[in-house]
């Protein structure tokens, strides 16, 4: 079982329209979660990071964090075709402080 | 401040060969980690380095090598270089083990 599971896409969406992206992770002890977005050829820019149960709002992402169910989202709201990416969702596991990537789920979002 | 910088941007080697990447991480930043990234196993851990010691490993042969200096740049070396080696080399910096970690821009690798 991978430690971190993202749906790979390609997930599509219009332009302006809100944009869902999920993560589920298998160590129960994890803490922290962040969500990194990649364009294509360049490497990882973190989005956001989460650490407590609920919502986490910054501009148009919006972080949701479910420890007892395990899992992590990513809402972008008013979504731009320069959202356009992989999004690669983060887990720091409980021990040795090791981050987790998942292997990013594809967006396209449509003019 | 400064990103993180990776050198060099990109590298083409051929098989049996060795490669030497070099990561300068953000200013203060003492933890260095290392991952591999390739189309189908996406981000894979190599190691992490904190105070030019190797806190963790990922599940990589031992031809996989690094180490910190004491201004906290790192290098990762891999020798007798496979074609499976293709791929980029992605160096994230982060204040200490744990914190939130920032990429660098990658060394893409082509191994013929």
């Known amino acids: 079982q991978k430690e971190v599971e993202q749906n790979s896409g390609p997930l599509s969406v219009p332009e302006g329209a809100i944009a869902s992206l999920n993560c589920t992770y298998s160590d129960r002890g994890s803490q922290s979660f962040f969500w990194y977005r990649q364009y294509s050829g360049k490497s990882p820019e973190l989005i956001m990071s989460?650490?407590?149960?609920g919502d986490k709002e910054d501009g148009r992402f919006t972080a949701q964090l479910n420890k007892a169910s395990q899992y992590v989202s990513l809402l972008i709201r008013d979504s731009q075709p320069s959202d356009s990416a992989t999004y690669l969702c983060a887990v720091r596991g409980e021990g040795g402080n090791q981050f987790y990537f998942g292997t990013g789920t594809s967006l396209t979002v449509i003019p | 401040k400064a990103g993180v910088t990776q050198t060099p941007r990109y590298l083409i080697k051929t098989r049996g060969q060795q490669v030497t990447l070099s990561c300068s991480p953000i200013s203060g930043h003492r933890s260095v980690s290392w991952y591999q990234q390739t189309p189908g196993q996406g981000l894979q851990f190599l190691f992490e380095y904190f105070s030019e010691t190797q806190r963790n490993k990922g599940n990589f042969p031992g031809r996989f090598s690094g180490r910190q200096f004491s201004n906290s740049r790192s290098e990762m070396n891999v020798s007798t270089l496979e074609l499976g080696d293709s791929a980029l080399y992605l160096c994230?910096?982060?204040?200490?083990?744990?914190?939130?970690?920032?990429f660098g821009p990658g060394t893409r690798l082509l191994v013929l």
């Open positions: 994230a910096s982060s204040p200490g083990p744990g914190e939130t970690q920032y």
């Open positions: 989460i650490y407590s149960n």
